[in-house]
């Protein structure tokens, strides 16, 4: 697994006006490319009065699987820069609809290629970009006595304490990015002179938006 990577973090909705024309974007968060492709066709359905619904998607850690499509825009002036904006943002496992409802006026190559890719951006910013990064659950079993210095210097720390078990001991439930998990175990024995017992649990990942971190 990764230690971190951008996506977004939910749908993502807008439009926008160009030229007369409307120009919405859609976005949403896709684990496959059989996602991205129920997804495009939703919103082909939804917009199936559209002039064109231009789409786009990468699938994978590498980005491994990319696919893209101007749905009868001339070449290269709608689904490339579509593609382009999900690939400038280095986003992960994105699907992109941008649908235009043509207004009258001809916006030429270069409109296009603008046009599109706003519509990109702004489905791709409703959708609130986001990293991904990876924790690990880690557990510290003390006695009561230690509790109030240990929660203390997790807090500190800027540890994400998830929960407090209260039993024979006491369990401290700790989300620590696993670059900083070697760390935190030191300082813990440290603390407590070596009277704790430590579990390690699973891996995965949480979201980070503007600096913090979404606990859903």
Do not use: C
């Amino acid at each position: 697994m990764i230690k971190e990577y951008k996506t977004i973090h939910e749908y993502g909705e807008d439009e926008v006006i160009i030229e007369r024309s409307r120009f919405i974007g859609y976005a949403k968060p896709v684990d496959s490319e059989e996602e991205a492709v129920e997804f495009i066709n939703e919103i082909k359905r939804k917009h199936k009065d559209a002039t064109h619904n231009v789409w786009a998607y990468t699938i994978g850690m590498n980005m491994g699987i990319q696919r893209y499509s101007d749905d009868g825009e001339p070449s290269g002036t709608a689904g490339i820069p579509t593609l382009e904006v999900i690939k400038k943002e280095d986003l992960r496992n994105v699907a992109v609809v941008v649908t235009r409802y043509f207004g009258g006026i001809k916006l030429g190559a270069g409109g296009l290629v603008r046009a599109y890719t706003k519509g990109a951006k702004i489905g791709l910013n409703a959708g609130k970009i986001i990293n991904k990064i990876l924790f690990k659950d880690i557990r510290f079993k003390i006695d009561y006595t230690l509790l109030g210095k240990v929660q203390n210097e997790l807090l500190n720390l800027g540890y994400i304490i998830k929960e407090i078990l209260y039993e024979d001991m006491v369990t401290i439930i700790v989300y620590s990015k696993v670059d900083e998990f070697e760390i935190l175990k030191e300082k813990i024995t440290d603390i407590t002179n070596g009277k704790v017992e430590i579990e390690e649990k699973e891996e995965f990942y949480l979201s980070e938006y503007n600096g913090e971190i979404i606990l859903d």
